[in-house]
């Protein structure tokens, strides 16, 4: 089992669209967790950090359970320029590292 | 202020040859991270350095080293180059406790 797994994708959605994305996560102890944008040829950033009580930045809702082990993304009246691959991510129990899921790719089409 | 900055962008090797890459991390950072990343997949952990030592490896093979030199910056080598190491490699630096790592562009590499 991966220690992060996301659904790949694609999701295609018209502007304006509720999308939302889910991540699992294997390790229990892990400590913090993150969600990160890559766009096409370029280098991850970050997004949002996740927080345990539900944490939201303008059109971005990241919630964290953690009993399920389980992050999920929302992304409200989704923009053209919002395509891009979503990487959950999540830091060890050491706080030393940080794992990436595979991704999940969101498409918003006019 | 300088963001973290990757040499060569672009790589061609063939089976067998050796190669190093390079970062520079941002102004300020102490600890250097490589990441690994196949097409379509997400960034793969394959070292951190901190303090010119390397703190923590990912499940990669000894093939696979690095260095920090004192100034922070750091380099990436791969030895007995294998097709299946074709890949984007992304250097991330980030300042004591990882709470945000900040990536530069990578470098692609092909081995032929």
């Known amino acids: 089992r991966k220690e992060v797994e996301q659904d790949p994708g694609p999701f295609n959605v018209p502007e304006g669209a509720t999308v939302a994305f889910n991540c699992t996560y294997s390790?229990?102890?892990?400590?913090?967790f993150f969600w990160y944008r890559q766009d096409c040829r370029k280098e991850p950033k970050l997004l949002m950090s996740?927080?345990?009580s539900g944490n939201e930045d303008g059109r971005f809702t990241a919630q964290l359970n953690r009993a399920s082990q389980y992050i999920s993304l929302l992304i409200r009246d989704s923009k053209l320029s919002d395509s891009a691959t979503y990487l959950c991510?999540?830091?060890?129990?050491?706080?030393?590292?940080?794992?990436f899921g595979g991704g999940t790719r969101l498409m918003v089409k006019p | 202020d300088a963001g973290v900055t990757q040499s060569p962008t672009h790589l061609i090797k063939t089976r067998g040859q050796q190669v190093t890459l390079r970062c520079s991390p941002k102004?300020?950072?102490?600890?250097v991270s490589w990441y690994q990343q196949a097409l379509g997949q997400g960034p793969q952990f394959i070292f951190q350095?901190?303090?010119?030592?390397?703190?923590q490896r990912g499940n990669f093979p000894d093939r696979f080293s690095g260095h920090q030199f004192p100034n922070y910056s750091s380099e990436l080598n791969v030895n007995a180059l294998l097709l299946g190491d074709s890949a984007l490699y992304l250097c991330?630096?980030?300042?004591?406790?990882?709470?945000?790592?900040?990536f530069g562009s990578g470098t692609q590499l092909s081995v032929l």
């Open positions: 996740v927080y345990s």
């Open positions: 102004s300020g950072h102490d600890t």
């Open positions: 991510v999540v830091l060890n129990n050491a706080g030393n590292m940080l794992t």
């Open positions: 350095y901190y303090e010119e030592e390397e703190r």
């Open positions: 991330a630096s980030s300042l004591g406790t990882i709470k945000e790592l900040f």
């Open positions: 390790n229990s102890a892990s400590q913090s």
